[in-house]
């Protein structure tokens, strides 16, 4: 009876919402503040992560220009070592030839090059053996200039199932083979074992397949 009278006393009554509008509102605040901690908190970390996840990324592109660096300078020296050498394609394949009497055949009948033998240092048939074709030839050249007379004289071969090439690395084997797929044959060359491609007017040195994309995207997807 005496609890149902303090329930019914006006003042109690006031004095019992207030304190549950205080609670309330404490309650309120104190979830206000936690919230605000743990967004203060998790932005911080975010941050610090985001920091660091950049960090990496940098480090990463260093990382991959360091390599690309490296790949470029062996292929280089991979490249410096076959100056002397080509490769001939086309000339029929005999049973224990002598591939040196055979390249000196064809510079001095097709291609109007004469040399003697000693000009030539070693040659030798290169790849599976296949009964449709015949393998390469893969020459070298005791000096650079005999080998650069010969690419000069490449041009007499049109017409033939003879062609030459210069002897590149299997990095700039198949940037050539790329550049050809993307750009007009006539706008792509080697020489002197470096790509060089002609594109809107200009010609562009490739050593590597960025090089390449950063020709013309709009050739290929890369």
Known sequence: MISNMLKE??????????????????????????????????????EKWKAELNALKEELKLREREIDALNRKLDRQQQYSRRHCILMFGIPEVERENTDLTVLDTLTKTMKVNLELNAIRRSHRTGRTDKDKPRPIIVKFASYGD????????????????????DLTSVRLAILKEALARFKRGNVWSRG????????????????????????VTQSVC
């Open 9 to 46: 006393d006006p003042e109690i009554k006031c004095l019992t919402v207030s304190r549950q509008a205080e609670n309330e509102s404490y309650l309120e605040t104190l979830q206000k503040t936690i919230n605000e901690s743990v967004h203060a908190a998790i932005k911080v970390e975010t």
């Open 147 to 166: 080998k650069q007379k010969v690419l000069h004289n490449a041009k007499l071969l049109k017409g033939s199932q003879i062609f030459v090439s210069e």
């Open 193 to 216: 074992g470096m790509i060089f491609i002609k594109d809107n007017g200009n010609v562009f040195k490739v050593e590597s397949m960025s090089d390449l994309c950063k020709i013309s």
